[in-house]
């Protein structure tokens, strides 16, 4: 009497169930270091704490401050979810009915774009802290217009309904809003490695961190276009590329 064995199919669903949520996991414990420390700085400003050179530019002009907290917050967290295919790839809902990607890309992009803009105006209005300089003032500048550019980008994009060209903008946008969690990490490398930093290194640091999470995300990006189009490839057009060799 011989016994058969069950393949293990339970298991490889939920392993494959992981995978999908491993990038969403990831990008949510990266977005924590901006988040945690936004938390810190709301605290500060509402719970009564004394004004000193480091804050001063906060109590003075707490709307901006506090605007970006909040929508930085909400983008980082809940745009992490956009890279789950479990819910960006769900079944189309019923007529009248959004799906889950498009009510959260309500909440995102306007998140999204309150959060860059209001960025902007502080690397603009507020006194520069010590330690960061005006290389470091011009990169905020640039890399917060590009992101705010990526959103526009991206709406227009959908308008048009070309949705590849639509999530290759947004995934830049949301790769540079998280440039603060990557930057926590590259500074710590860097003063494990090296020691503290100054004013050029400052710089020359946060501007890696955000080329990081551009080249990461341009990565991701070109990633799904070949694996859109070979999905989308006839088969037998396959076959005749595969046999030439190119």
């Known amino acids: 009497m011989t016994s058969q064995k069950t393949p293990p199919i339970r298991s490889h669903s939920r ?15 990266l977005s924590l270091i901006p988040v945690i420390a936004g938390a810190a700085r709301l605290t500060e400003l509402t719970g009564g704490a004394n004004v000193t050179p480091q804050n001063a530019r906060f109590f003075a002009s707490p709307i901006p401050v506090l605007t970006h907290i909040v ?21 189309p809902p019923r007529r009248g009915r959004q799906s889950w990607h498009q009510m959260a890309g309500r909440i995102l992009v306007p998140a999204g774009l309150l959060a860059g803009l209001s960025g902007l105006w502080m690397s603009l209005f507020y006194a520069l802290p010590e330690g960061d300089g005006e290389a470091l003032l011009v990169l905020r500048l640039i890399f917060g217009s590009a992101m705010v550019a990526s959103i526009i980008m991206g709406l227009f994009a ?21 440039g603060a969690g990557t930057q926590a990490f590259v500074f710590l490398a860097w003063m494990l490695v ?39 490839e006839p088969r037998v057009t396959r076959r005749r590329r595969e046999l030439s060799g190119t």
């Open 71 to 91: 929508t930085v917050t909400v983008y980082s967290l809940l745009g992490a979810f956009q890279f789950a295919p479990t819910l960006r790839h769900a079944s």
């Open 158 to 178: 959908i308008r048009r309904r070309d949705y590849a060209t639509h999530g290759a903008w947004m995934t830049r946008a949301y790769a540079i809003a998280l």
């Open 194 to 232: 090296v020691g503290p930093t100054d004013e050029t290194t400052r710089a020359v640091l946060m501007g890696a961190s955000w080329v990081i999470n551009l080249a990461v995300a341009e990565y991701f990006i070109r990633r799904r276009r070949a694996s859109h189009k070979f999905r989308w």
């Open 15 to 29: 392993s494959r169930r992981r995978t999908k949520w491993a990038v969403p996991m990831a990008l949510i414990v």
